[in-house]
């Protein structure tokens, strides 16, 4: 059959199930739908939106049949894995991502209607004779279902209902021998499960031993471990050194029949698009349960597989790369993270039999919210592992300004998926603690820091890229929170970045600095909520920096000056506490870091105007400015109040308070300083420190002036000045306050919505979702820009 001749037939059979009832019992016409060749964009273009739930809403029988004899082929592939069926198969892939999402819009998290609960989870015994009981224990065929009932199920093997097999079914046909992966016998022993070296071995135990966690040792447990190793997509980590995978080369011959599974993986993984924001739950789909349980077949083998497809990926490489690999290397991103982002964390702390195999306690792995894919993202611990994550990560975030930077058109192709990466990386920032000390005391973290910086910078006044400056915002508040990330940051910057950002000479810290100063003065005004967060970062920084660039310290006293202009200071009662935490930036650098900083210094010299204004502040003055700047106005345009980001915790930012708030600014009622306010005022700013050091150096500073007549170098008086010992003169040095980032759920909420809305614009050239019910996010596109 040709095929234009097979693309009409196709349309033919959609168009009947949509018009008219089929009987189940019609072998010929759905023996030959299934056979009909067909690609990926046929069947989507064939299956429109309107068509989908046409088929849902008025032909449900059909709808079923579909469902129930594709997920029954899927079946019948994995325990008869013959290529002769291979095509059809993918067939059948194809049509059930289609149609999944269509399911889950009135699915667990979206409007409950009966037939697609009964269908989905009801029992799946009289599907025929399939052979529908596929097995569930993994590659060796074991099945731990006698010890772990299925979450949200309780059926036996027997009677298993067709959302969990073809969930099953999916991640058994992404490694199915010569569909998607090679398959070599290996001999494997729990004795050779050791990844390295005696020296690492030891090295791995003291880094676990510094980080708190203690090895427990039991008899039996559901093992963490691939098996078998060669059916793992490509080296990194999970893999014993002296176990061969092959080249990764040879293995992107199944590239395209793993992107057609991992889309349909995706499809029924997208039960939170259909979850109100104020209502989702991330224990509550069945369909991430099925997905997340320790029983998920090949579960250890899919966490690798991923993670090692995207952090081995090479962009420099691009020109020899097939696009194909290259949106593997994305969907695998896409779907990776979706995997991580329900159920509850993963427990860090090693289990392992006395072996030394990595386990899951029976026990735990039987609970109610139980991700294997974030207990197995927890537990990665050895040195070398480590090491091959963080470099995944910089080579790639990297390429976000290498792209831009090369000389020769395209010989750096540039990587899409960036959001999807640092939403990886937050993962694991946030629920492996070895991850963050091995990045923190063995990596140069500042691999990590330019292209955050430089995402940042560039996109500051895209709204459409609002939630990619939070994302790395939400890195830095979390980095920042450790001493050792502020060590690092004073390493010189040596980069040239394609931006417009000042010339500087310094180090990492002022590049940070330059960054966010940038945001808060030429942003967009949606980033409004996260001012306190940038000025939290410099401040858990500021006692660690050695030596502030002139443009750092010109814009860092410019920031004082804007917090402090009418405009701002009177925009709500707590607007002072911007200028609280830019003088203890000023502070830890005077008190800590006094003999580096003279270019910090003298700008605070050459504004000391500003803080003057600010310690002579009177209520009288106080009202004058704010009846100046907003008159009878009912609202301020700008609202700290509500941009605040602080719970009353003096050592915690638990960001989200403004982001549960959807980033408005308005406010009810324009406020007014009181009495009290300035009081609150007073007492809140530290401006002892920098009074005392305007003191005594304004006067030094003054007469350098009045000796040159007013012509003098400013060289001259940074030399000055750093001659001058401030010993004696300012305050008793105060205690280090780090304000470490706090999670919560209004963060937990935001991270899922925000992750969604990428994958969801990430997946419109085969539009795999249609806007017109998701409710985790609002969109706004018209369907003909979309479908057209």
């Not at 969907?331 to 329900?342: E, F, G, I, K, N």
């Not at 939400?474 to 004073?490: D, I, P």
């Not at 301020?636 to 982001?659: F, I, Q, S």
């Not at 935001?750 to 985790?776: H, S």
Request: with cysteine; aromatic share 8%.
């Amino acid at each position: 059959m040709g095929a234009s001749a097979s693309r009409e037939k196709f349309r033919e059979s959609v168009a009947a199930l949509v018009e008219v009832d089929v009987s189940t019992d019609d072998a010929d016409f759905w023996d030959e739908l299934w056979k009909i060749p067909s690609t990926p964009e046929e069947v989507f273009e064939l299956i429109p939106p309107a068509a989908a739930r046409r088929l849902r809403d008025e032909r449900f029988e059909n709808l079923a049949t579909l469902f129930t004899q594709a997920t029954a082929q899927l079946c019948q592939i994995v325990e008869t894995p013959y290529n002769i069926y291979f095509d059809q198969a993918l067939n059948c892939v194809r049509v059930l991502t289609r149609i999944l999402p269509f399911l889950l819009e009135k699915g667990d998290l979206g409007d409950a209607d009966e037939n697609v609960e009964q269908l989905c989870w009801g029992t799946a015994g009289n599907i025929g004779d399939e052979k529908i009981g596929l097995m569930i224990g993994g590659a060796e065929g074991k099945s731990v279902a006698s010890s772990l009932p299925h979450q949200g199920t309780g059926m036996g093997d027997d009677q298993e209902p067709l959302a969990l097999l073809v969930v099953h079914a999916a991640m058994h046909m992404l490694f199915l021998p010569q569909f998607t992966c090679d398959f070599h016998e290996t001999k494997e022993s729990a004795a050779s499960s050791g990844l390295f070296g005696r020296s690492e071995e030891r090295e791995d135990r003291e880094m676990r031993a510094e980080a708190g966690l203690q090895t427990k040792v039991i008899e039996n447990g559901v093992s963490l471990v691939p098996r078998p190793t060669s059916i793992v997509w490509a080296s990194g980590t999970g893999i014993n050194g002296s176990q061969s995978l092959g080249s990764d080369s040879a293995s992107r011959k199944y590239d395209k029949n793993r992107v057609e599974v991992l889309r349909l993986m995706l499809a029924a993984c997208c039960d939170p698009l259909f979850s109100p924001a104020d209502e989702y739950n991330p224990l509550a789909s069945r369909w991430l349960a099925v997905a997340t349980a320790a029983d998920a077949p090949n579960a250890p083998c899919l966490f690798h597989s991923l993670l090692n497809t995207i952090l081995s990926f090479d962009p420099s490489a691009g020109l020899g790369m097939s696009d194909t690999h290259v949106q593997l290397v994305e969907l695998s991103t896409q779907v990776l993270a979706a995997l991580l982002d329900c159920g509850l964390p993963g427990n860090p702390e090693p289990v392992q039999d006395s072996n030394g195999e990595p386990l899951i306690e029976f026990e735990a792995a039987s609970k109610g919210g139980f991700n294997v894919f974030r207990t197995l993202m927890s537990r990665i611990e050895t040195t070398k592992e480590l090491d091959f994550i963080f470099k995944g990560f910089s080579r790639l975030l990297r390429n976000v300004y290498e792209a831009e930077s090369s000389y020769l058109p395209g010989s750096a192709p540039k990587m899409e998926c960036f959001q999807e990466l640092l939403v990886l990386l937050w993962k694991f920032l946030e629920e492996n603690p070895l991850f963050v000390n091995h990045i923190l005391t063995k990596c140069d973290v500042n691999e990590l820091v330019v292209p955050i910086c430089y995402l940042m910078y560039k996109s500051r006044r895209d709204p459409a890229q609002i939630g990619l400056v939070h994302i790395c915002t939400f890195v830095l508040l979390k980095l920042s929170g450790e001493r050792s990330f502020g060590v690092s940051l004073n390493k010189a910057f040596k980069k040239k970045l394609p931006l417009d950002i000042p010339l500087f000479s310094g180090g990492h810290n002022d590049l940070l600095a330059i960054t966010l100063h940038k945001l808060v003065v030429n942003g967009a005004y949606k980033l409004v909520p996260l001012y306190s967060c940038f000025l939290t970062i410099i401040c858990n920084i500021s006692p660690y920096w050695r030596s502030m660039s002139l443009v750092a310290a010109v814009k860092m006293v410019n920031l004082f000056e804007l917090f402090s202009s009418p405009k701002f200071l009177y925009s709500g009662e707590n607007a002072h506490r911007h200028l609280a935490l830019l003088l203890e930036v000023f502070n830890n650098v005077l008190q800590y870091q006094y003999q580096g900083n003279t270019h910090l210094v003298y700008a605070i010299i050459r504004r000391k105007d500003s803080f003057g204004r600010i310690s002579s502040l009177t209520l009288k003055k106080a009202q004058e400015q704010c009846h100046k700047v907003y008159g009878d106005k009912n609202s301020t345009h700008y609202d700290a109040d509500r941009a605040r980001l602080a719970n009353g915790d003096p050592k915690g930012v638990p960001v989200g308070e403004a982001l549960g708030a959807g980033g408005g600014m308005e406010s009810g009622e324009k406020f007014q300083p009181t009495e009290a306010w300035l009081m609150e005022l007073k007492e809140n700013l530290p401006l002892e420190t920098v009074t005392r050091l305007l003191q005594h150096l304004v006067p030094v500073v003054d007469e350098i002036v009045s000796s040159k007549s007013g012509v003098v170098d400013e060289g001259e008086i940074l030399e000055v000045l750093h001659e001058i010992t401030m010993v004696g003169l300012l305050p008793v040095p105060h205690p280090i306050v780090i304000r470490k980032y706090q999670p919560n759920q209004y963060t937990a909420l935001w991270f899922t919505a925000f992750m969604w809305g990428v994958i969801f614009l990430r997946n419109q050239n085969l539009p795999m979702f249609d806007g017109k019910c998701i409710e985790l996010f609002q969109v706004s596109v018209q369907e003909e820009d979309v479908y057209g």
